[in-house]
């Protein structure tokens, strides 16, 4: 073989040995070294940063019914409150392994440790006062953040659960504030919430992953306050919807937008194992049983009352008028956890089964205000159901 360069011609045998001849020479040299081996580029570069996360979409179809078509049968899966819990995990968990998304009524004490509780103020209330627990430690406000990211990031929606927890027995309730009292305490919520890094003096931990944008809806302490009052400071914030006013009749019915507000009510329907008619909140349960006892001897009892009482909501709404089930709970560990494990089990039977789909309130506001009018008042002007054991 010949490498061939214009008119001439070198042997390649004459190239090699010339070559070999170099490194000899190179190698014998006194002032020579060993060169260094070429490092392996991909051992020395930095690994590349992972993906940003995304959140998760929308479990909803927005599409519009045809005339004659059913809805789908959504369920509203509440938490008030959101304190770090194991029941948190449970429910992240049980939602991702049956495709529902639920919301979070976030407490604005959570994000304020209790060193920094001044930093609230409830309407006619000292700095500091409230009626239940600050966030604790700096430790424990960054594992609320990162339990909220989690959520967020899930496809969950966060609203608010206000601040301060001022029920009935307090010397200023929310039954009693004023439109003004309401937007101050909005005011405030939305203050901890974006400001809890500096209020705090908190540099370690994520951000919060979302904005007061994210915030559409509220459920007030203890379902108190009116609607007179409590809608004109909901819409200087720009909210969407509202599930805090007691239902004006017994059964399942379609929510309503009243005064600019979607409200959904927490139900008020009859309950087989009470053979009564009950306010489906968990805390209400618990009350009609053992009046809000931590009585662990009812724990099983108080789990039946749980589910007999989802599974007939359902099954009425299902074959009946296709109502959307507000299901309004919080996470806390009452009566030795009765309620939470019953309340997710209910959260994977149901929300596998077709046309049924446990979606978030926003998610429902977007799929009604989508429909015709006219096929969407069909629904709405349908008899209530689970009013009684016969309907």
């Known amino acids: 073989m010949a490498i061939r360069r214009g008119k001439r011609t070198t042997t390649l045998p004459i190239v090699v040995a010339a070559l070999s001849m170099l490194v000899a020479g190179c190698a014998t040299s006194a002032n020579s070294a060993v060169p260094e081996p070429i490092p392996n580029i991909s ?11 995304t959140r998760l979409a ?24 959101v304190g770090v819990s194991k029941n948190w995990d449970l429910f ?14 976030m407490t604005g004490l959570y994000f304020l440790t209790d060193a920094k509780k001044r930093h609230y103020r ?80 908190i540099r370690t931990g994520p951000d919060l992953a979302f904005g007061p944008e994210a915030v559409k809806g509220t459920r007030t302490q203890c379902l108190e306050g009116s609607m007179k009052a409590l809608f004109p400071a909901l819409r200087a914030f720009d909210m969407m919807w509202d599930s805090s006013m007691p239902a004006s009749r017994p059964g399942l019915y379609w929510p309503t937008k009243i005064n600019g507000i979607w409200e959904f009510p927490v139900p008020y329907v009859w309950s ?27 724990r099983k009892r108080i789990a039946k009352v749980v589910t007999s009482t989802y599974d007939y909501m ?42 049924v789909i446990c979606a978030t309130h926003q998610d429902v506001i977007a799929w009604m205000e ?8 069909k629904w709405r002007s349908m008899a209530p159901v689970a009013v009684d054991a016969h309907r």
């Open 43 to 53: 051992t020395t570069l930095s690994p590349a940063p992972p993906p940003p996360p």
């Open 58 to 81: 929308s479990n909803v179809p927005m599409k519009r019914l045809a005339p004659g078509e059913k809805p789908p049968q959504f369920i509203l899966f509440s938490f008030d409150g």
């Open 92 to 105: 992240l968990r049980t939602a991702a392994e049956s495709d529902a998304r639920f919301t979070t009524m």
């Open 122 to 201: 409830g309407p006619g209330y000292q700095p500091g006062e409230a009626a239940i627990a600050f966030g604790g430690s700096k430790k424990d406000v960054i594992e609320e953040i990162t339990y909220l990211n989690r959520t967020w990031y899930n496809g969950h929606e966060m609203a608010t659960h206000f601040v301060g927890h001022f029920c009935a027995g307090t010397k200023n309730p929310g039954k009693s504030w004023t439109s003004a009292e309401w937007r101050h305490e909005l005011a405030q919520f939305f203050r901890l919430m974006t400001q809890w890094r500096q209020l705090n003096g």
């Open 272 to 298: 087989p194992a009470l053979r009564q008619r009950q306010t489906a909140l968990d805390y209400n349960f618990w009350y009609s049983v053992n009046k809000a006892t931590d009585r662990p001897a009812d």
């Open 314 to 355: 359902l099954r009425r709404a299902y074959e009946g008028n296709r109502a959307p089930l507000v299901i309004a709970n919080h996470l806390n560990t009452w009566n030795a956890n009765a309620f939470n494990p019953a309340t997710a089990a209910f959260m994977r039977r149901a929300c596998t089964r077709p046309d």
């Open 370 to 377: 989508l429909q015709d009018p006219a096929v969407l008042e």
